[in-house]
């Protein structure tokens, strides 16, 4: 019996400190030091929340870059991968319909970069190749006007680099690669 009453207090003990104690002081720090990120990296304008850098947004406009495909149909409630196998004939079928839609949106597409047809793990992946965005860049061209240098330099401007030097691929945040494209563009 007094092992049993051991256990209960140990539990209740790292209840508190893990449950309560240390998810209130990591927040409370990750307030004071980092407060836009801890708030969800919440991008406003005109005090309106227009989105977070942090999660793709679905652009359906032929004026504007479109995102990473989302197996959660950019619900940010229901974050999901396809979970299809990739020699499974549902998946080949889903690729070739993205290949097909791409090429039909994209009419000047000859290489076509594997993140325009595939989706991301979390299925909100905000991040697209350098390649990915230069591959859309005839289609807005010829929506908006802009030349395809101009839409280029856009590109080179919002792109990131590897992660400390090393990590990752270079990319390009869309949400973030649109509000600037949106400065120069009505739609």
């Given at each position: 019996?007094?092992l049993l009453w051991?256990a ?5 003990v790292?209840?508190v400190?893990c449950?309560f104690?240390?998810?209130l ?11 836009k990120?801890a ?6 304008a005109n005090?309106?929340v ?12 032929p ?11 950019y619900?940010p ?9 990739v020699?499974s004939?549902?998946?080949i079928?889903a ?5 097909d839609a791409?090429?039909l949106?994209?009419?000047?597409l000859?290489?076509?970069p594997?993140?325009l047809?595939?989706t ?6 905000p991040?697209?190749s ?5 591959a859309q860049?005839?289609r ?8 395809e240098?101009?839409l280029?330099k856009l590109?080179d401007d ?6 400390l030097?090393i990590f990752?691929e270079?990319r390009?945040?869309?949400?973030q690669?649109?509000r600037?494209?949106l400065?120069?563009v009505?739609l």
């Amino acid at each position: 019996m007094k092992l049993l009453w051991i256990a209960i207090r140990t539990s209740v003990v790292l209840l508190v400190i893990c449950g309560f104690i240390y998810p209130l002081v990591t927040t409370g720090i990750a307030q004071v030091l980092f407060p836009k990120q801890a708030n969800g990296s919440l991008v406003e304008a005109n005090g309106v929340v227009q989105g977070s850098e942090l999660l793709a947004q679905e652009f359906t406009s032929p004026k504007l870059f479109h995102s990473r495909s989302s197996a959660a149909g950019y619900n940010p409630t229901s974050s999901s991968g396809s979970n299809k196998a990739v020699a499974s004939d549902d998946y080949i079928k889903a690729i070739k319909e993205q290949v097909d839609a791409l090429k039909l949106e994209n009419s000047a597409l000859k290489d076509i970069p594997a993140d325009l047809v595939t989706t991301s793990g979390s299925g909100f992946d905000p991040d697209l190749s350098i390649a990915g965005a230069q591959a859309q860049v005839h289609r807005i061209s010829q929506a908006t006007g802009i030349a395809e240098t101009d839409l280029n330099k856009l590109i080179d401007d919002t792109s990131k680099s590897r992660q400390l030097g090393i990590f990752g691929e270079p990319r390009v945040n869309i949400f973030q690669l649109n509000r600037e494209l949106l400065k120069q563009v009505k739609l």
